[in-house]
């Protein structure tokens, strides 16, 4: 029986940034490779590239040489909007700051990816009712981000980068602003809901206690991603 291909393959991923001393080589040969619901945590020292590393996974950046295949494409030899587009519809974020628009409610943060897809449909919105009460804050949906905790503001974070279905999950230091029960809990999530949904799921922490939850767990050491 022949095996399917990797969802996620990173071959070879090189960045090199210009300094006042000369090249600096941040990534030096980066492979991975994921199946879908998989679950990876990189850990590693500040300056060693991790954010570096999840920006090209997800295209906020380019890499100086490698390729990566999603879901069967290499969405870095597309153009800079089938990027976008592409990027909206398989990748989802979270980030250490929850990145929440003041001005909109819990709903209302969730459901702003979906307006480069045609806007909010009754579907779209069922989902998103579904996803805060997965998380717990069913009651909380007309709540605006000033009105509640910073662990839920972050739930309410994980559940706007779920909100399109994406492939793909990419988190960056999603605990680090919490307190250790707010961010067992939001791991927990994180954990829970990418393999309930077949998500992959990448996490960058600075926290081993974080990082020593996850089935698959790498150390990014002189620019390569070593097995821990």
Request: proline content about 6%; hydrophobic content about 40%; overall charge negative.
């Amino acid at each position: 029986m022949n095996e399917s291909p990797p969802a996620l393959q990173l071959s070879q991923i090189t960045k090199r940034f210009a300094g006042t001393a000369g090249p600096l080589d941040i990534l030096n040969g980066v492979d991975l490779a994921m199946s879908g619901g998989e679950a990876v945590a990189v850990t590693g020292p500040s300056g060693s590239g991790k954010s570096t590393l999840l920006y090209i996974v997800g295209l906020l950046d380019e890499p100086t040489g490698g390729t990566l295949t999603i879901t069967g494409e290499q969405p870095l030899e597309f153009d800079t909007a089938a990027q976008a587009r592409f990027r909206n519809r398989n990748i989802g974020f979270v980030f250490q700051d929850h990145h929440l628009l003041p001005q909109l409610t819990v709903l209302e943060n969730v459901l702003i990816p979906t307006l480069p897809l045609g806007g909010a449909d009754a579907t779209a919105e069922t989902r998103a009712r579904q996803l805060l009460e997965r998380v717990g804050l069913g009651e909380r949906i007309d709540h605006r981000p000033a009105r509640i905790s910073g662990g839920e503001r972050q739930r309410v974070a994980v559940c706007r980068a779920l909100i399109n279905q994406p492939k793909l999950l990419l988190a960056d230091e999603p605990t680090g602003n919490l307190d250790q029960a707010t961010a067992e809990s939001v791991g927990s999530l994180l954990l829970e809901i990418a393999a309930e949904q077949q998500t992959m799921l990448i996490c960058v922490t600075h926290s081993l206690e974080l990082a020593g939850r996850f089935p698959r767990r790498y150390e990014l050491v002189g620019g390569r991603l070593e097995p821990r």
